[in-house]
């Protein structure tokens, strides 16, 4: 009676392995003049519209990930957004990037401001 308690438990962790489907996209992003880790990225898988945040190593992954080809959207505050057309997935494999943002270059209108000081008003 015990082996065959061991025989069926064995069988269904076995079974729930092999349930699991999808494959593995994982990477990087790192700023393209610095080569530092950027973290707060937000990445967008694009065929689920799956949403994740860079940690602090500029380290993403999406887990299960349907096989096939998918675009990915990367986007962060003061930099270009940028995306990727054709990532391609394979079953039970991982694929991984490395991503590199370039910053945008803000455009500052300057304004000059010209202050004049009044006399003071005298009490009569």
């Keep these: 009676m015990r082996k065959l308690l ?6 269904i962790i076995s079974a729930g392995l092999s349930a699991q489907t999808g494959g593995v996209l994982k990477g ?8 530092e880790p950027l973290a707060g990225v937000t990445v967008t898988l694009g065929d689920s519209g799956e949403e994740t945040i860079t940690d602090f190593e500029g380290s ?5 990930v349907e096989p096939g080809t998918t675009p990915l959207s990367i986007s962060y505050i ?3 957004e940028s995306g990727l ?3 391609k997935i394979r079953e039970d494999k991982t694929t991984e990037l490395r ?5 945008d270059r803000l455009e500052v209108e300057t ?5 004049s000081v009044l006399p003071a008003a005298t009490r009569s």
């Design 6 to 11: 061991v025989v069926f438990g064995l069988t």
């Design 28 to 35: 990087s992003v790192i700023d393209s003049q610095t080569g």
């Design 60 to 64: 993403f992954e999406f887990k299960g």
């Design 78 to 80: 003061s930099y270009r």
């Design 85 to 87: 057309s054709r990532i």
């Design 99 to 103: 991503i590199k943002l370039h910053q």
């Design 111 to 115: 304004q000059r401001f010209v202050a």
